[in-house]
């Protein structure tokens, strides 16, 4: 019997100006936040603090950890993209919340390579340039961010 083990592209699969479009999405709990926010020392009032946030304008009400939805962000794309691919995550860049997460938001991501070239000094590597979206069930733009990343070719 054939068996079909789920994994992200190898660099050779990886195509450019394409929309990867990552489901299913992530419904954002209170809970989410709150441990996030603490597992990361991050005492941000307006992450933690009802009263306090409630009394701060424009939004009124606690806001989700920016570095949460970054990395939810991220995470959202492994399934389809890098799972099992991946040798490291080289740097990011023009990372950016136009709009805040609130508890009870969901989140969904997209992808779209921008760039690829083999590695110069890594043979059977190659370097993918990712460059992330994530939007609110709105389709409001809540995060976006570059990713460049060193991804294994298939092997021969």
């Known amino acids: 019997m ?3 083990e789920q994994r992200g592209l ?3 699969e990886f195509e450019t100006e394409v929309v990867y479009q990552h489901r299913p999405g ?3 709990t209170e ?3 709150v441990l996030f926010t603490t ?3 991050n005492t941000q009032a307006l992450h933690l603090d009802a009263a306090f946030a409630a009394d701060q304008p424009p939004f009124n009400q606690r806001l989700v ?3 949460f939805t970054l990395s939810t962000l991220v995470g959202l794309s492994v399934a389809q993209l890098t799972q099992g691919t991946l040798v490291a995550n080289l740097g990011f860049s023009d990372i950016s919340f136009p709009k805040p997460l609130f508890h009870g938001d969901t989140m969904y991501a997209e992808t779209v390579v921008t760039a690829k070239r083999e590695s110069k000094s890594r043979p059977g590597e190659g370097v993918v340039t990712l460059v992330h979206t994530a939007r609110n069930q709105h389709g409001e733009v809540v995060a976006t961010a570059t990713r460049s990343t060193l991804v294994r070719k298939r092997p021969a």
């Open 26 to 28: 992530r419904t954002i």
């Open 10 to 12: 190898w660099f050779e």
């Open 65 to 67: 950890n920016s570095m």
């Open 31 to 33: 809970a989410d936040n």
């Open 2 to 4: 054939r068996k079909v």
């Open 39 to 41: 597992l990361t020392m």
